[in-house]
């Protein structure tokens, strides 16, 4: 069981905004920053997010992320089939001194 | 560029060791932290440990503490993963990532990915 939950699948229609939300603790996200990756189907994840806002270069601001006290939230707008992927949110627990994962979540494109 | 290149993955039985090693490139290596992340055939990413740059120091997921060893060589810009008393459930592909930020300050990214070393534990 992971620390951090997040839903298993969400799903839109093309075009349309999917949200993932990332649940944790005061000891990870609620005083640690989250980052978000995204794994296409056979391929290695990537940097999505990090510092609980920012976009790395070459990230669409179709993607954007927030957070609020101990719970992230990822953003997909216009989506697109390409998107279809696994999305997981990460942070470091400063209780425990490991990273922590959420279990991922699965974007259907409808 | 950024390059991390894993080798050392394969076959192994219950109870066995196997060393995976890291080379990077592209970054001065001795300035970041490194990790490694699994993911079981089929399932989510688990972090398993980190190095941190500068003193080095190590931390493990529990799942790993007491049987995994992570260390790093600098001056080959290497990181290396000891697995010993390996079990069926450490089977997975075993990424090499780079960090962004400070882990222990709170800011903890995984910026860049290696392509994966295959780890199986079976008789």
């Known amino acids: 069981q992971s620390v951090l939950t997040q839903p298993p699948s969400v799903s839109a229609a093309p075009g349309q905004k999917v949200t993932i939300s990332c649940s944790g603790s005061s000891s990870n996200i609620g005083s640690s920053d989250v980052s978000w990756y995204q794994q296409l189907p056979g391929t290695t994840p990537k940097l999505l997010i990090y510092d609980n806002i920012k976009r790395p270069s070459g990230i669409p601001d179709r993607f954007s992320a927030s957070k609020s006290g101990a719970s992230a939230t990822l953003g997909i707008t216009g989506l697109q089939t390409g998107d279809e992927a696994d999305y997981y949110c990460g942070a470091w627990d400063n209780s425990l001194s490991v990273f922590v994962f959420g279990a991922g979540t699965t974007v259907t494109v409808l | 560029e950024v390059q991390l290149l894993e080798s050392g993955g394969g076959l192994v039985q219950p109870g066995g060791s196997l060393r995976l090693s890291c080379a990077a490139s592209?970054?001065?290596?001795?300035?970041?932290?490194m990790t490694w992340v699994r993911q079981a055939p089929g399932k989510g990413l688990e972090w398993v440990s980190v190095i941190h740059s500068g003193d080095s120091a190590a931390s493990y997921a529990d799942s790993v503490r007491g049987r995994f060893t992570i260390s790093r060589d600098n001056s080959k810009n290497t990181v290396f993963l000891q697995m010993n008393s390996l079990r069926a459930d450490d089977t997975a592909l075993y990424y090499c990532v780079k960090i962004l930020g400070y882990c222990r300050g709170g800011s903890c990214y995984f910026d860049y990915w290696g392509q994966g070393a295959l780890v199986t534990v079976s008789s």
């Open positions: 592209g970054f001065t290596f001795s300035s970041y932290a």
